[in-house]
């Protein structure tokens, strides 16, 4: 039977800085980077190659190396382990993981001790999608109701969603999803696109873009805001005269304001009719979002991809303070984590548009997405996933987007492989593109 | 003029798990450990001796080199920096460390990243306090309302509290601070004792323990709960007992339990009197606590040492979830933002009782209070400051408690600076203390 052998890490680093994509009112210069997760096996894949499963932890560049000691001081809870085991239930480690008596006090559940513990867990369901040959959400969406209520953590969140409330929700999708799969087969989920939109990009780029996107098809784009009240609005009317008005346009503060300021900021940009104001504020200000959702609807309110657990997303949604969930592939204790949320979504009504770009996080999180259309809400009405054009060249599966549509993956995993030549090229600080002066 | 010339970290561990020392619901068996922080100087402080700034973040055993990485990766922040535009003001430095675009993205302000930006600025603090020859809490006393004010970062609060007011409020209290500085040199600030009601005791300890904490004079004690019911009514039957009717038994659950889990509990343990309930669930879960506070009432609701930021408590506070504030010296993002939080304390009215113990807390934490005394609140009443009875010995100054009251500490510095003889003994993993057997 074969075991873990190894829990390797390697920290990956893209000089992103160089060309302000990515730039946002709080994140002016990222490089977006990855503590990359390898947990090794001394067991054959059913290709014949050796049984491993990747992951990876999304930073933007410093604390990368944080990241990195964090998932590697986990590996004495997996190294040793039995693979069959661990596949037959991830959760199990998710468990043991996230309540440990020790490292929980530097949460608890949150912060990079948590994201580190959702890499390793979202490792774990990389080496099943391989043992089961099977992309995750089809892992995921060949799952039983019970199979899934039972891989989720319901403490603290069971005063608003109950395992008999989830149970009875999926058992509802169970009768559609060999439908679902084939729409999405089919046709992909919708995808928005924020490549037009970043705060560094003049006028003209982003008119170019946003032409560009709605060329590409896509029926949603997002732009950035928060930094100045008079160069939003000049970049917001290029974009929506570039758009029309029948393309949805997001905005996204990356938390840049106090209560006040984004109701005032907001009331300044409704003209150009937002489809939502994403991140207004801090993440974990649930009062204050729903002060500022009260005062801008109908302007949607959006948050997530900082939300810290699930203990936040069911407070945002008990105090009907958002209109959009965003989930993140990395920010979470992990898959599992993510199962929770996204039927605390559903238990809301509250539609699921899961946050991407960064290193890898299209790729992983539209599993969840297609899960979440299968399974779960059983719906694309309201719902996109972020699409940012940029890295995914270095992965072993890229997305495929076309028409502004996700197409669903087909490659066993969670979508973190990355290639090696990618790995070796950007590895931080001894890799080529690190050692070499930008051309 | 001298400058920052290193950011050493070591890690060190005492082997608390082999007496259960510290045992509580949540933690079974930890090994108070702390990242011990020391910002080094080519200068010389007023005595004649090298002048360094002495800092420590207090974790409960692994993931202490996951603590220790993160203050490492600050080096580069501060090394170099001049001493003297350092201690001029340490909250630039706070604020550079905790808005930095790329480590923003590890929490925001939360988790290991946060509390090592937090120990990084605390050692400016203790650098402040070594060139001004005072111990904190009168570095703190003798700062003018509009110095300590120049000080908090008032982003994502300003809705509960403008710098106008916190100035205001400082105001009203500055008339009273030399007599209340008197005050607290001569008598104090009550203390209230944990060491009699770890989970890991049995009944005839906890009994001789609390007889011993009266007889020491305490007037409050406190009892771990949340592992067993019956249990814990018998432990409090015994504490209630041996403690009279007059000593207040406030009691921690240590998030152990759910919001109907909490409640139920509590109405069971209600009938001995508990002073207050402390972390009954997520410290995360603002609404939970709101639904907890209302339905135990007149039982208070205690929460803050897992409370990663100002944030929350703005949250708890608006909300009127909790009775009493617990501040932890450690936890958020360094004395700065701790200053903003007894503000906001004030300003909802209500007191502040730190959470101490650890490694080095109560050495640390009690001047945050004596300051609160001093110049915010201005009050004792309601007030008591944690005290556990383990592991001063290890610190240049440790805590002075006599009669249940904390003595005003005397020596310049934060509180944190621990002897190099028991630096050298339990350092990790290499002092005799790991490397030599048990006896």
């Given at each position: ?10 920290d ?39 049984l ?51 490292l ?52 603290y969140?069971?005063?608003?969603l ?10 509802v999708a ?25 705060l ?13 996107a ?18 939003d ?22 938390q ?26 801090s993440?974990?200000?649930i009062?204050?979002?729903r ?6 609807a109908p ?5 997530g991809?900082h ?17 959009v ?5 990395c ?20 539609p699921?548009?899961?946050?991407a ?25 309201g719902?996109?996933i ?31 492989q990355?290639?090696?030549s990618?790995i ?8 080529p593109a ?6």
């Open positions: 039977m074969p075991l873990i052998t190894a829990l390797d890490v390697i990956v680093r893209f000089p992103t800085s160089r060309t302000l994509d990515g730039s946002d009112a709080m994140n002016p210069e990222p490089d977006y980077s990855a503590a990359y997760v390898v947990l090794r096996t001394d067991g054959t894949g059913p290709d014949g190659s050796g491993a499963g990747f992951s990876l932890l999304f930073t933007t560049g410093r604390g990368n190396d944080v990241a990195c000691a964090a998932v590697r001081s986990l590996a004495p809870y997996v190294v040793g382990r039995s693979v069959e085991e661990l596949v037959a239930d991830v959760g199990a480690l998710a468990r043991e993981l996230t309540w440990d008596g020790q929980r006090w530097l949460g608890p559940e949150k912060g990079v001790m948590h994201m580190a513990i959702g890499a390793v867990v979202n490792a774990g369901w990389d080496l099943r999608c391989r043992v089961d040959a099977m992309p995750l959400w089809r892992v995921l969406a060949a799952m039983s109701p019970a199979e899934i209520v039972a891989q989720i953590d319901f403490t969140i069971d005063d608003a109950t395992p008999v409330e989830a149970t009875g929700m999926l058992e169970f009768a559609g999803r060999d439908a679902r799969i084939g729409a999405l087969v089919d046709a992909g989920l919708p995808a928005y696109t924020t490549s037009a939109g970043w560094g990009y003049d006028d003209a780029k982003v008119e170019r873009l946003t032409k560009q709605v060329a590409d098809g896509f029926t949603m784009m997002k732009l950035k805001v928060g930094a100045d009240l008079v160069s609005m000049r970049r917001f009317r290029v974009a929506r005269a570039a758009a029309g008005d029948d393309v949805r346009i997001a905005v996204d503060a990356n840049r304001w106090g209560i006040a300021e984004a109701i005032h900021w907001m009331s300044q940009l409704a003209e150009f009719d937002p489809y939502w104001i994403e991140e207004p504020t993440p974990d200000d009062l204050g979002h002060t500022i959702h009260d005062s801008v302007i949607r309110v959006a948050t991809e939300v810290q657990n699930r203990v936040i997303f069911k407070q945002l949604l008990q105090a009907r303070a958002i209109d969930v965003q989930i993140d592939a920010r979470v204790g992990g898959i599992n984590e993510n199962l929770a949320i996204l039927l605390l979504a559903a238990k809301f009504g509250v699921v548009c899961p946050h770009g960064g290193v890898g996080l299209c790729e992983m999180v539209q599993h969840l997405a297609m899960f979440d259309f299968v399974a779960v809400s059983g719906s694309m009405e719902r996109w972020e699409y940012v054009d940029h890295l995914h060249e270095h992965f072993v599966e890229p997305v495929i987007v076309i028409e502004g549509r996700y197409r669903a993956p087909q490659r066993p995993g969670i979508g973190a990355m290639l090696e990618s070796a090229e950007f590895r931080f600080p001894d890799g690190w050692t070499t002066s930008p051309s």
